[in-house]
């Protein structure tokens, strides 16, 4: 079982930057990949960005080149930086474990959630 806290999120004007943090319990956290997905209000939940154990990393590409995702296996914690927000970024913003090798974009893969962290952008 793990289980996952997000923190960092916020209110920030459009230009700014956040950073994640996704806190996991359990000692296996190294062996997990670990992903951000994000849902914005009336719509579904989407694949944001995912590192996994060997620290490969993949972005969706409406984020690419502004959003980094890293991992901490000493601290169980995966962030998620953010610069050059868009109002458009404005979602609910959460963690996931994936105990399966690889990565997938799809939030059926994944094992375990957080309860996510509001993300603000105003224009």
């Known amino acids: 079982q793990v289980q996952l806290v997000e923190s960092g999120g916020g209110l920030v004007q459009a230009g700014g930057s956040l950073r994640l943090a996704c806190a996991a319990s359990?000692?296996?956290?190294?062996?997990?990949?670990m992903g951000w997905f994000r849902q914005a209000p009336g719509k579904e939940r989407e694949f944001v960005a995912a590192?996994?154990?060997?620290?490969?990393?993949v972005y969706a590409d409406s984020v690419k080149g502004r959003f980094t995702i890293s991992r901490d296996n000493a601290k169980n914690t995966v962030y998620l930086q953010m610069i050059s927000l868009k109002p458009e970024d404005t979602a609910v913003y959460f963690c996931?474990?994936?105990?399966?090798?690889?990565?997938?974009?799809?939030?059926?893969?994944?094992?375990?959630w957080g309860q996510g962290t509001q993300v603000t952008v105003s224009s």
């Open positions: 996931a474990a994936d105990a399966n090798l690889g990565f997938s974009y799809s939030t059926s893969r994944y094992d375990y």
């Open positions: 590192i996994t154990r060997k620290s490969n990393t």
């Open positions: 359990g000692r296996t956290f190294s062996s997990y990949t």
